[in-house]
Structure formats: structure tokens, C-alpha cells
């Protein structure tokens, strides 16, 4: 048994402290999923026409028409609106949006998917570069540090005037937000022993679903787009006033012991142990006792020992655990919107693609919660890649030609599977890559994800041209992805890696387990080693 697994048994184990401290941190991922779901409602797209003729049904970029003598016409006659725009109805609730505030429509409405982009970059640079902020900080300083600056840069997002400087404090507040999201889940499954992780893990999911569900109503009460930030910098204001605190949000002792920090871990660890009912002074049967195993890792470990992820180069099956996984989050995260267009061929109201998705997200979050304990991690990750390469295929060569309802259906599988593949890459890479890089392991995979993301938006700015190609594109690498899976460890049950090597020593094994075969007549009988040797000399 490793000496930090050890420490961790005679400190009472997973007993009420852990469990209670792990159970809290689902509440932080409420107001993370606000700010996460923010950026559609803060750009949907109300419906609209000029000022000057509000009896027309809302139009597009030319909703009137002039004489070709009129300067600056079009050569078809036409010149955009420069009267102003009527919005006649809000869009998701918001009777202000920045869209609406600076008529972000045709010439400007290259802005819009320019300004979701902005967003989700912030986000993949929060989880690349707070990563190893979490390995080499720790995941308390992390989470406390991005806390304080995203209440404060959603503050300076509230009273922003021009749009260059909204775009430069989204970035840097998605950012703050990755940083304290990554720090959150790590620390969050390194509290919990391996029996409990997917349980905790798939809770604080389905806590951030329920954020993502409250921002419509949060909007509907705000109706104004700045009011909306402002409540969100209150939201993770208040999560800095109570998870702030040591005893709310302790450092976790997991990277402590395996960075060779044992001196500051003693603390965290004597507090685990009184809440359990463990006197950390007592020997175990064994002979030894917290206090006596804390001593040795102190003599043996005098100064902290940290890593860097780029010594992945030097493992033998890290690395590739890192690509594959990195891979499938890529893929499940940038075909999403290839299924919502199959469900949704003209743009529909912000309404059903939201809820749509928050839902799905739930019943995928639901399905592992059942079957990735009881299946394993990779046979599960296995079926649901299956299953997003399969419908992605049937709706790329026979959308024309099948009924609407098999559409339909091949529409919803396709994005519940996405949301599976999303969900368990990120709980799959933190399993299997060693504490001592786990923050900067996860931030990679989560990065891609965000990168996969970000495709629809460049796809938008470009008028949808390169639409069918993406889809093509991601459907392939689905399959592709599909054959890569089989290499991947089995995380189930096993207790997290704490040191690079250990974390190589997590080899794939055959997805059916069964017995081993044996001969039913061995040449030698086991009672006669040395019949080998005689029958060689004789030879």
C-alpha cells in the first residue's frame, strides 16, 4: 500500500468530514453553471426589423427597399437599415442584451459569434494555464484566487461601456471561471475514496444543470443584461465569502502527501481524523498510528516536489491516456451542434435547443451514475462513442431521405451520447492521470472540449458555409476515436495514481473478464520443478 493511501485509512478514511466537504462543493457548481450558460442568452437573437416600418413581419439584413439613385444602395437596390432597429420581443427573457444594445445585425453581426468564441478561448485558457496552477499552488489557491478575480472582472463586465473592452473581460472572467471550475472538481475527487468518486462527481453535475436551468428565470427577474452580471459577480462573491474559509474548503490532502508536503497536510489530516472519531495518536493494530506515519513522510520528504505536465514525454502510457481522452472530449463537444441543426434545420427560439440540451445533459449525467460503476469506465465510454459515430453516419447520408421522426430520434441519441463521452472523459483523464499533474492533465482534456466547442461560432462567421464539412469532419473522427478507446486503462475501483509512475503502471485490460484458461494436463506436475531440468540433461 503507498505510504500516502496509508495516511489517508488511519485518518478515518472516507468518514463524515470528507463526505460532508465533498457534498458541499456541489453548491459552487449552481453558480457555475450560470456563467456557464450565459453566453447563449446573453447572444440570442431577438426578432426584429427597421424602425421605420414596424408593420413588417421581422426581416433580415435588408428590410427595405430604395431606388437605385439613392447613394449608397446595394447593386440590388437595397441598403441596410439606418434608422434603427425594432426589437419586437425579447430574446430569452432579456429586454436588453448586448445585442440589442449595440445592434449587433447584419455588417455587425459578425460580432456576435465572434463575441461566443471570446468566451469559450476564455474558458480553454483558464483550464490550460490554471491547470498547473493547481499542481503547483494547490487547488484551494486556485479556486480562492479565480473567485476573486471573477467577481471582480464581472463587476467591470456590468458597468462595461464599449464592446472591445466587454469582449477583453468575458475572456478574462471565463478564464477565472475555468481556473475555479478545474480546482473545484479536482479537489472534490480527491476527497472521495473510489467507491463514492462517480457518485460525487455525477452530483455536482447535476447541480451545475440546475444553474444552467435557473438563468432563464434569473434573466426573466433581471430583464436587463448588466443587472444579469452584476447578479452573477453577487453569486460567486458569495461563494468567495463562505468556500473561502479553511474549514469550508481545506486544501486537499491528497496533493499535500503526494507533492511531499506532509508537514502541512498534518493539520487537515488530525482535523479529519477527530471528526471521524479517530485519535490520531493511537496505534492501529499494526503499530502504527497517523501521527507516527506523518513523521516518516516528513523525515523522508524534507522539501516539496513538483512537476511539470510537459514530463508526460517521458511516460510510456500517459501521454496517450492524455490524447485519447483529449480526443473524445474534442469530439463529443464540437458535434454537438451538427445533431441540434439535424433537430433544428431553421433557428428555432432560444428556448428548446437550451432546455434541450440542459435536460439531455441531466439524463446522461443520470445514465453514468447507473452504469459507469456497474459496467466500468471504458466499456461505457465505448458504447457511447458507439453510439455518437453511429447517429452522427445514419444523419449525415440520410437526412433527406428518412422520416422526420427517425431524425428526431437519431437527433436526441446523438446528442445524449455527446453529453455522455463529454462527461466521462473529464471524470475518465482525472482518474488516470497521478495527482502530482492531475490539475494540468484535466485542463488539457477540458481545453479540448471548449476547442470543440468554439467550432460552431468560427462556422457562423463564416455565413454556415463550412457546415456539412464540420460534420463530416467530426463523424469521422468519431469513428476514428471509437478504435482508440480500446487502449484506455480501466479506472474502476482503483485508487487514484499519485506519482507519474504509477499512473504508467495503469495498463488496458480485456474489456470481458473471465477465468483464466489453464491445461487441464500440464506436461509437468507443479510437485516435480526439477522434472525439467532432468528431462533437458537427458536430452
Same mark, same amino acid.
Given at each position: 500500500m503507498e505510504p500516502e493511501v496509508r495516511v489517508l485509512r488511519l485518518a478515518g478514511g472516507f468518514g463524515r468530514a470528507r463526505c460532508l466537504l465533498a457534498a458541499a462543493s456541489w453548491l459552487p457548481c449552481v453558480a457555475l453553471g450560470l456563467s456557464l450558460g450565459s453566453e447563449l442568452l446573453l447572444t440570442a437573437l431577438p426578432a426584429h426589423h427597421c424602425g421605420s416600418d414596424p408593420a413588417r413581419a421581422p426581416s433580415t439584413c435588408l428590410p427595405l427597399s430604395y431606388p437605385e439613385s439613392?447613394?449608397? /444602395? !446595394?447593386?440590388?437596390? &437595397?441598403?441596410?437599415?439606418? %434608422?434603427?432597429?425594432?426589437?419586437?420581443?425579447?430574446?430569452?427573457?432579456?429586454l436588453r442584451s448586448p445585442v440589442t444594445q449595440r445592434n449587433l445585425l447584419c455588417e455587425d453581426g459578425w460580432k456576435v459569434p465572434l463575441e461566443q468564441v471570446d468566451h469559450l478561448l476564455g474558458w480553454l485558457l483558464g483550464c490550460v494555464l490554471l491547470g498547473p496552477g493547481c499542481d503547483w499552488f494547490g487547488r484551494r489557491a486556485v479556486f480562492v484566487g479565480s473567485l476573486v478575480l471573477a467577481t471582480g472582472l464581472g463587476v467591470g463586465e456590468a458597468l462595461v461601456a464599449s464592446f472591445p473592452a466587454l469582449l477583453t473581460l468575458r475572456l478574462l472572467?471565463?478564464?477565472?471561471? /475555468? !481556473?475555479?471550475?478545474? &480546482?473545484?472538481?479536482?479537489? %472534490?475527487?480527491?476527497?472521495?475514496?473510489?467507491?463514492?468518486r462517480l457518485a460525487f462527481s455525477m452530483g455536482a453535475g447535476l447541480f451545475s444543470v440546475v444553474g444552467t436551468m435557473l438563468l432563464p428565470g434569473l434573466a426573466l427577474l433581471a430583464q436587463d443584461w448588466q443587472l444579469l452580471q452584476g447578479l452573477s459577480a453577487l453569486a460567486t462573491g458569495l461563494l468567495l465569502l463562505f468556500w473561502g474559509f479553511p474549514a469550508v474548503f481545506p486544501e486537499s490532502p491528497c496533493?499535500?502527501?503526494?507533492?511531499?508536503?506532509?508537514?502541512?497536510?498534518?493539520?487537515?489530516?488530525?482535523?479529519?481524523?477527530?471528526?471521524?472519531?479517530?485519535?490520531?495518536?493511537d496505534s492501529t493494530e499494526e503499530g502504527s498510528s497517523l501521527a507516527m506515519e506523518l513523521d516518516m513522510l516528513c523525515a523522508g520528504?524534507?522539501?516539496?516536489?513538483?512537476?511539470?505536465?510537459?514530463?508526460?514525454?517521458?511516460?510510456?502510457?500517459?501521454?496517450?491516456n492524455a490524447l485519447i481522452l483529449g480526443f473524445s472530449s474534442l469530439i463529443s463537444e464540437g458535434i454537438r451542434a451538427s445533431f441540434l441543426h439535424s433537430l433544428f434545420p431553421s433557428e428555432p427560439s432560444f428556448y428548446w435547443p437550451y432546455f434541450l440540451a440542459a435536460g439531455l445533459e441531466a439524463v446522461a449525467t443520470v445514465f453514468l451514475l447507473l452504469t459507469a460503476d456497474l459496467w466500468g469506465r471504458r466499456s461505457v465510454l465505448l458504447l457511447s462513442?458507439?453510439?455518437?459515430?453511429?447517429?452522427?453516419l445514419l444523419l449525415l447520408a440520410g437526412t433527406q431521405y428518412l422520416p422526420s421522426w427517425t431524425v428526431l430520434f437519431l437527433s436526441v441519441l446523438g446528442l445524449l451520447a455527446s453529453q455522455t463521452v463529454s462527461a466521462l472523459s473529464s471524470l475518465f483523464s482525472a482518474e488516470v492521470f497521478p495527482t502530482v499533474i492531475r490539475g494540468a492533465g484535466l485542463g488539457l482534456v477540458l481545453g479540448a472540449g471548449f476547442l470543440g466547442q468554439a467550432a460552431t461560432p468560427l462556422t457562423k462567421m463564416h455565413g454556415r458555409h463550412g457546415f456539412f464539412l464540420q460534420h463530416v469532419l467530426f463523424a469521422s473522427f468519431a469513428l476514428l476515436a471509437l478504435l482508440?478507446?480500446?487502449?484506455?486503462?480501466?479506472?474502476?475501483?482503483?485508487?487514484?495514481?499519485?506519482?507519474?509512475?504509477?499512473?504508467?503502471?495503469?495498463?488496458h485490460s480485456p474489456l470481458l473478464r473471465g477465468r483464466p484458461r489453464q491445461d487441464l494436463l500440464p506436461l509437468l506436475p507443479a510437485s516435480l520443478p526439477g522434472a525439467g531440468i532432468q528431462l533437458v540433461q537427458e536430452g
Open positions: 439613392v447613394p449608397h /444602395a !446595394g447593386s440590388d437596390g &437595397a441598403r441596410p437599415c439606418s %434608422r434603427g432597429w425594432y426589437y419586437a420581443q425579447s430574446a430569452a427573457d432579456l472572467r471565463g478564464g477565472a471561471l /475555468a !481556473g475555479a471550475s478545474l &480546482a473545484l472538481y479536482v479537489a %472534490r475527487l480527491e476527497l472521495c475514496d473510489p467507491p463514492n496533493w499535500l502527501l503526494a507533492t511531499g508536503q506532509p508537514a502541512r497536510a498534518r493539520r487537515i489530516l488530525w482535523h479529519f481524523a477527530k471528526a471521524n472519531g479517530v485519535d490520531p495518536e520528504h524534507p522539501q516539496p516536489r513538483h512537476h511539470s505536465v510537459l514530463e508526460l514525454r517521458h511516460t510510456h502510457v500517459t501521454w496517450r462513442t458507439l453510439v455518437l459515430g453511429l447517429a452522427s482508440c478507446v480500446l487502449l484506455l486503462p480501466e479506472s474502476r475501483g482503483r485508487t487514484l495514481p499519485q506519482s507519474l509512475q504509477d499512473a504508467d503502471r495503469l495498463c
